[in-house]
């Protein structure tokens, strides 16, 4: 009671300090200049061509293309990831491409992007867009029949009807995909046409084509020697590592951490089962008894309502309970039953004969939700064009010209064959209780559809059932026994040593995360996870993480800043390598008085092998021994008649005499050489120049310390 006294006296001056702290809160962000001001941390998602790109500009961005392609509905999360995603590469393309374009004067006019509509070329954006993914083939539609190709006049016609629409706004990204291609087109032949392959480079490409050598060798391969005969220590992988650790595959161009993890599976036990079980059993005669299904299983049930009352053909009904739902009365109840890890309680509420599947075509007319007029005037023009389409039975025509669903209007409007599940309620409802040829008008959320069923399965009879579901999945009391165990081995491993030689529990390999990584490879929602691992010291032990049906406990091994790896992330990469040259010193050791071939094939107990031809520019070897550089190169630095010095090779040991040389023409005509050479240089800067960019306009990603 004192303290509570105390504080009371002092409550002018509390007052004053949380009035100084809320306004040090709220100006924070104005004088930290995109830096938190209470922790200091930057709250830029990255910086590109030394412009800092502040998240909230960032989340501004992608919420307008959320907005744009999802609506009011809005976009779940793996949603939002590929939109931040593409967000972030265009974002890219605008500070690195952009300028590049305006520095060279380049653009597109309205007449290159109308001769582009014109002149649709396979595998352009517009070709894409008319074509369907599932077959690879135009849609038939917009199909010439001549070519198979796309007809253009009809391409034309669907993207005019499109842009005099409500909807010309859609017009707009597939207008803007067609010039960002037109103009990444026109920088690439740029930079294409600037590399020019000279004479001199010609003639030395030619030479290392046409001058071929007959060769003879041996080889010793390493897995000739099995790797237990060989000691590998700590020296040899620091010593290997010294030697390549220059080479690119050792550079780190972000943070990288690696660890290691037990973890602790929680399953449900004997008792957590019985318990769910008799949970669904105390629900069964009420299930029984209560004439309104959808609201008790709304109520009770884990599955929405949409999906637990549902009509099923007999083949669907599950097999536990499938004779007795047959078999049984209107509103009976069936279970409790385990099915696919749940418990259910089944209650048949009507059978009827409908179609398992249905082919229809529609035509709609978007309409705003509660925008009671709008939909009456829809439903007015859609009853005008359905007088039309049963007069003139031209349905598709009619589609194409009229609908405001772009994708199937570009179809005649048709949805090709669905089954129940794949359709709105109402739109399913009628399409499925219908019969062919019947011409519903429904509302949706979409708007007012138009429907035209075409085609349907035969009837059989389905089974409306209502289903009140439990997961079987562990109790609170056995997910916390669990997380005792996993805190005890936490706190009992806490060292390195400890960790990786716990008995009784299964420690995974070495696992690395990168910086830039949305979590940890193989667990899902894992970003609290990945956290810790980038805020945590080498060496450290976490505490249990709840991921799912388990605990994981991590503990942090190494950590590889940015730049070059270390030799404990290296290690990975190198073990065989490092096993291999050792295993080459002992074979060269062999070798210390060998003469001649023979003597090298009696000590390999090898046998000779030849190639008849070999130029410089194979690279590869035959007989299945792959890409060996150091043995092609030693070839041809060695004369006609003399034997090689042993070469290291990436397979084993060689050694090898040239044969033969045969040298190159003195005659050659290398316009073939230069248009060859040209081409594969054309073939690169399409692959590599955006990554050249970014380089040179430097890129920084920050992204993942905020998602």
Avoid: C
Wanted: net charge negative; aromatic share 8%.
């Amino acid at each position: 009671m004192a303290a509570i006294g105390t504080i009371r006296k002092q409550s002018g001056l509390l007052i004053v300090l949380i009035g100084m702290a809320m306004v040090l809160f709220l100006l924070g962000d104005f004088f930290s200049q995109g830096t938190n001001f209470l922790t200091g941390e930057s709250q830029d998602v990255g910086v590109i061509g030394g412009d800092a790109i502040s998240l909230q500009d960032f989340e501004i961005r992608v919420q307008e293309s959320i907005d744009q392609q999802y609506g009011a509905e809005g976009a779940n999360e793996e949603a939002r990831k590929t939109l931040r995603t593409r967000v972030w590469q265009q974002m890219i393309m605008e500070r690195t491409l952009e300028p590049e374009y305006n520095q060279l004067g380049l653009s597109v006019s309205a007449d290159e992007l109308l001769d582009n509509v014109k002149n649709i070329q396979p595998g352009s954006i517009l070709y894409q867009y008319f074509t369907d993914p599932q077959s690879g083939q135009v849609i038939e539609q917009f199909r010439d029949p001549q070519t198979g190709g796309l007809n253009s006049a009809r391409v034309l016609q669907a993207i005019q009807n499109l842009i005099n629409s409500e909807n010309a706004r859609d017009w707009l990204p597939i207008e803007n995909a067609i010039k960002q291609d037109v103009l990444q087109s026109k920088y690439i032949s740029l930079l294409s046409k600037g590399l020019i392959i000279s004479g001199v480079e010609a003639d030395q490409i030619f030479e290392e084509r046409q001058r071929v050598v007959s060769v003879s060798y041996v080889v010793k391969e390493y897995s000739a020697i099995d790797d237990s005969e060989i000691d590998v220590t700590e020296a040899d992988y620091q010593s290997y590592f010294n030697e390549h650790s220059e080479e690119a595959r050792f550079a780190v161009e972000e943070e990288a951490r690696t660890v290691r993890i037990v973890e602790f599976a929680v399953n449900a036990t004997e008792e957590d089962i019985e318990e769910i079980r008799l949970e669904l059993d105390d629900l069964r005669e009420d299930f029984a008894n209560d004439s309104n299904d959808t609201a008790f299983v709304a109520e009770n049930s884990e599955t929405p309502v949409e999906g637990a009352i549902v009509y099923v053909p007999v083949d669907i009904v599950d097999p536990v309970i499938r004779d007795s739902v047959v078999n049984g009365e209107v509103g009976e109840v069936h279970g409790p039953y385990l099915s696919l890890g749940r418990y259910f309680l089944t209650k048949l509420l009507d059978t009827k004969a409908t179609p398992d599947s249905v082919k229809a075509s529609h035509i709609l007319l978007t309409t705003e939700e509660g925008d009671t007029a709008g939909i009456e005037l829809a439903k007015a023009k859609l009853d005008s064009i359905k007088t039309v389409a049963q007069r003139s039975r031209n349905f598709a025509d009619l589609a194409t010209e009229f609908s405001e669903d772009f994708g199937s209007a570009q179809k005649g409007g048709d949805l090709d064959w669905f089954t129940k599940g794949r359709m709105v309620p109402e739109f399913e409802a009628a399409s499925f209780d219908g019969k062919v040829g019947d011409m519903p008008i429904v509302v949706s959320q979409f708007g007012v559809h138009l429907i035209y069923i075409t085609e349907q399965t035969e009837a059989k009879m389905n089974y409306l059932l209502a289903n009140v579901d439990r997961t079987i999945e562990p109790s609170k009391s056995t997910s916390d026994e669990m997380y005792k165990g996993a805190s005890k081995f936490s706190i009992e491993h806490n060292t390195m040593d400890k960790f990786t030689t716990a008995e009784g529990v299964d420690v995974k390999a070495p696992s690395t995360i990168i910086f830039s990584d949305e979590g940890l490879r193989g667990y899902t929602n894992s970003s609290d996870i990945k956290r810790w691992i980038f805020e945590a010291s080498a060496g450290d032990i976490s505490s249990p993480f709840e991921n799912g049906n388990r605990f994981l406990v991590l503990a942090l091994e190494d950590i590889s800043e940015k730049g070059k790896m270390t030799l404990e992330s290296a290690k990975g990469l190198i073990e065989q390598d490092v096993m291999n040259a050792l295993k080459a010193e002992r074979i060269l050791s062999e070798l210390a008085d060998v003469t001649s071939l023979d003597d090298a094939a009696s000590k390999f107990e090898s046998q000779l092998q030849k190639i008849e031809t070999l130029s410089f520019a194979d690279g590869a070897m035959s007989g299945g021994l792959g890409r060996e550089t150091e043995f092609i190169g030693t070839i041809f630095s060695t004369e006609s008649g003399f034997i090689s010095k042993p070469v290291v090779g990436n397979r084993g040991v060689f050694v090898a005499r040239v044969d033969n040389i045969i040298d190159a023409p003195a005659e050659r005509d290398l316009t073939t050489v230069k248009r060859e050479e040209s081409a594969n240089m054309s073939s690169r800067v399409n692959g590599q120049f955006f990554k050249a960019l970014q380089d040179e306009y430097g890129v920084e990603d920050n992204r993942a310390r905020f998602y």
